[in-house]
């Protein structure tokens, strides 16, 4: 237990934390306990405020919990670790390397022709073998978060956290890049962990998908995706498992469900569930 | 509806116009020159057309015979290789004390703590203050001028590297701790190739207080140099002497921040900003 900012969280070990007064802090996270097996895809969803991303981060070990623990593999985290990734919601490539120097970073201490094989792979892998020798200034939202991903995978982690990674970009980019993920995730069968507030990307990509409430933030609901992949953003049973989200989300927040918007509804509104 | 793409005449005529794209080129480092040049040859007509005397304010015709004299004799080569070398010598001890020490405050809190009040204490006081001191300390000859022209460029960098370190975009730094950088890398790999651009700003801004301070060195007790030249002038009488020391000055101090830009050029390829050069 570390005296850190603000969050009570646990993961593996149930309890029921006393909630330690922390001066001025906010509470972000009031007791989470989440188990996840490897090689699945989880998606965390919920209202602002929920601490969905300060739960992700906890995962990471950029920012330790204050009272509980995250253990990988029978291993404590408190610190960033190799076997995990990450991805932010904003690239966040180095501005002063080209692409090729961005996707190796983490490559560091391997040597060089290791590290430009397995660079040019990672690239040709995310369609931007091209780009190679390209500054991170000229390439496009989705080109630069393609990049980001390529970087975060070539040290081939075991577990990737993905911090809303689409939603800085449109729809069009935003459907093909989920579709781009679960391709790369196919590969080498990480286990992912999304944080996300669109239901559809939550659906699409995700085995499981917690749905948070905030104030303190905690698991709400659980809800498996039982649907094969690759799963069809039109059919009837993915807007069968949307509903049942949606109407989650909104239990979640206290607003009530009646029979009449438990129904599907034709216009785009059922989508905006804040 | 249709819509014709065709070349329109504007668009040929701006096409024929591509040959004075290459005199657009050499017109914008041109215009630098324009305004001295005017202004000299504007005082060189008044002289010439006896409105003023010349005398204490030289006319460009003059100056510029004072500095083929100065050359034949060699003594124009002489005292700009002396200044030029002290300011070398000084930049270089300044920056590198400056880079270490700026670096150390600007990502160690602790570091900051302890050492920053003291130096900006220390960076309040004016050049000639130190002049006193540095040759009691280190005598009249080179040591103090070297020393006082390193405490001139330290100031500066130290304190815009500092400054640049702390606002690092912490975006940035999280990338390099997802990545379990430890502090020497994190500092090498990303913070330092972050300051990169201020840090060369800092780097003109401390060459350009280095000529400064090369100034108060040499007023105070120097046989060689171009403030020798500014003194000498003043006092034999010769206000040609004094301007042609100050020109000097003015030419080799721009050629060496020029010196920092051209060098520190592809390295900065990468920035995303509206500056063009």
Redesign the interface.
């Known amino acids: 237990m570390r005296s850190c900012s603000n969050q009570e969280s646990e993961r593996c070990c149930p309890s029921n934390a006393s909630a330690r007064p922390i001066r001025n802090g906010v509470h972000a996270l009031g007791g989470v306990t989440l188990e996840v097996a490897l090689g699945e895809i989880v998606a965390v969803i919920g209202g602002s405020g929920c601490g969905k991303s300060t739960l992700l981060r906890a995962i ?1 070990g ?1 920012d330790p919990p204050s009272e509980g623990a995250v253990v990988l593999d029978g291993e404590r985290i408190g ?4 076997k995990i ?2 991805i ?1 919601q ?1 690239p ?1 490539l ?4 080209k692409v090729a120097d961005n996707v190796g ?2 490559l ?1 201490d391997r040597p060089k022709a290791e590290r430009a094989a397995r660079v040019a792979a990672a690239l040709k892998r995310v369609g931007l073998a091209d780009k190679a020798a390209v ?3 000229e390439l496009s939202g989705g080109q630069a978060q393609r990049v980001a991903i390529a970087r975060a995978l070539v040290p081939r982690p075991e577990v990737l956290l993905l911090d809303e990674p689409f939603s800085a970009l449109d729809a069009f980019t935003r459907a093909d890049l989920q579709d781009h993920l679960l391709d790369l995730w196919a590969d080498a069968k990480p286990t992912l962990i999304l944080v996300t507030h669109d239901v559809d990307e939550a659906i699409v990509l995700a085995d499981r998908v917690m749905v948070m409430c905030p104030r303190p933030g905690r698991i709400f609901d659980e809800i498996d995706v039982d649907l094969p992949r690759p799963r069809d953003r039109q059919s009837a049973a993915f807007d069968f498992v949307k509903r049942r989200v949606l109407a989650a989300l909104d239990r979640s927040l206290n607003r009530t469900v009646t029979a009449a918007d438990a129904e599907p509804k034709a216009a785009a509104g059922a989508a905006m569930w804040w | 509806m249709t819509i014709a793409a065709e070349r329109n005449p504007a668009e040929a005529a701006a096409m024929e116009r591509a040959p004075s794209r290459r005199w657009a080129r050499l017109a914008r480092p041109a215009m630098g020159l324009l305004l001295p040049v005017v202004l000299g040859a504007a005082w060189e007509f008044i002289v010439r057309m006896g409105w003023a005397t010349g005398r204490l304010a030289p006319p460009p015709s003059v100056i510029f015979q004072t500095f083929v004299e100065l050359a034949k004799s060699g003594e124009l080569q002489r005292h700009t290789l002396v200044t030029l070398g002290r300011v070398g010598a000084g930049f270089g001890i300044g920056v590198a004390a400056a880079t270490i020490i700026g670096a150390a405050a600007g990502y160690s809190p602790t570091v900051r703590r302890l050492i920053d009040p003291s130096i900006q204490a220390l960076r309040a006081i004016p050049s000639i203050a130190w002049v006193p001191l540095f040759v009691l300390w280190l005598g009249i000859f080179e040591a103090s001028k070297v020393t006082l022209i390193a405490v001139g460029v330290f100031f500066p960098v130290y304190l815009g590297l500092m400054g640049a370190i702390q606002s690092v975009d912490r ?2 730094v ?2 390099g ?4 950088l430890t502090d020497f ?1 994190m500092v090498r ?2 913070l330092l ?2 300051v ?1 651009p201020a840090y060369v700003i800092s780097l003109r801004s401390g060459l350009g207080l280095g000529w400064m301070f090369v100034i108060a060195a040499e007023l105070m007790g120097a046989s060689e140099g171009l403030g020798y030249l500014l003194i000498d002038g003043q006092q034999l009488g010769k206000p040609a002497e004094i301007v042609a020391a100050i020109v000097a000055f003015a030419i080799v101090g721009k050629a060496t921040d020029w010196l920092i830009v051209l060098a520190a050029a592809p390295f900065l ?4 900003v509206v500056r063009q050069d």
């Open positions: 990471g950029l610190a960033p670790h190799e990734g990450i932010f904003e966040r180095l501005p002063w390397l970073f983490g560091g500054w991170p200034r | 975006k940035l999280e990338v701790r997802a990545f379990r890398t790999r990303i190739p972050a990169l390829r990468w920035e995303d």
